[in-house]
């Protein structure tokens, strides 16, 4: 018999590990960056717990970031248990012959303010019903249209950080992860796409649980890694107002895909998520002309 409960209590404990790891090394980047471009003092994570309004529902804790470099940043956790509504059990693996199921998980998404160094998304989880299986990836956003091809030094970058995760296990794919990240986080109503692209990658279940594991915690890994290092090269790099205006449009982007087409987005509503956490995805700031 399966022993969901130590996976449960692996994944649940990995999720807060990246999520120390990741806040602790954002805080270095808001520390280093130059206090001519970016005034003020550094900004800290602040953390804030929240439970699911069901009884035994679990929760979660949201850390937000506002400070010179990082414009907002919010790095969640959670692990929510319950009972899917019956459209959403239809939907899901294993629901249909029990509608509960069990969560966790870590999701990130970061603006800057220097519209040079691109926004960035990342987030991984472990789903459990009567089957269970990993899910998640990460994903580069560009503001300004210089970079906003798969061409750029930090599309290439980033790619090449999320391949060399990929690489290192026999149960990824990462053309097929690429892929399926192009085809999901497109804007479908501007027949564009919304930045250039990672990996993402659902209902990974190998039939060997260490190894979906193992991919899944060097997602995490090698997503802090390659983005702190493209924010490093642009942290000093000025911009003007023209770019700044440029990355506010690019912006609105970014919130007509979250609030239209993140399947995520649905999820976390639907299953009485904390609505203050879901949504801090949204940019501080952002203009439709």
């Known amino acids: ?62 850390g937000m970031l506002r400070g010179r470099l990082f414009e907002k940043c919010g790095v969640h956790i ?5 009972e899917f ?57 560009p503001t300004q249209a210089i970079d906003r091809h798969q061409d750029a030094p930090d599309a290439l970058a980033f790619h090449a950080g999320m391949k060399a995760a990929c690489d290192k296990h026999n149960v990824a794919d990462y053309e097929h992860y690429k892929n399926w990240c192009d085809e999901y986080f497109y804007l479908k109503h501007r027949d564009e796409p919304r930045g250039t692209g990672g990996i993402f990658y659902d209902r990974l279940n190998s039939g060997n649980f260490e190894e979906d594991f193992a991919f899944t915690q060097d997602v995490g890994r090698h997503f802090l890694k390659t983005y702190s290092a493209i924010v490093r090269g642009r942290i000093h790099e000025p ?39 879901i949504l801090s995805s949204m940019p501080p700031v952002v203009k439709w002309p």
């Open 78 to 82: 959670s692990v929510v248990k319950g």
């Open 85 to 141: 509504t019956p459209e959403m059990a239809a939907r899901t693996p294993g629901a249909d012959k029990d509608p509960r199921f069990w969560a966790a998980g870590i999701s990130l998404i970061a603006h800057q303010r220097n519209p040079r160094i691109p926004a960035v998304h990342m987030n991984t989880r472990y789903i459990v019903t009567t089957q269970d299986w990993f899910g998640g990836g990460g994903d580069l956003t």
């Open 239 to 277: 911009w003007t107002e023209e770019e700044r205006e440029e990355q506010l449009i690019t912006r609105g982007r970014y919130v007509e895909f979250n609030l239209l087409w993140d399947r995520g987005t649905t999820f976390g509503l639907k299953t009485g998520g904390n609505v203050k956490t």
């Open 1 to 62: 018999m399966t022993d969901f409960d130590t996976r449960k209590d692996k994944t649940a404990h990995w999720f807060r590990t990246l999520r120390d790891q990741i806040c602790k090394e954002f805080e270095a980047l808001e520390r280093e960056a130059p206090d001519a471009l970016y005034p003020g003092e550094a900004g800290k994570f602040e953390y804030e717990d929240w439970q699911r309004k069901v009884e035994n529902g679990g929760g979660g804790t949201g």
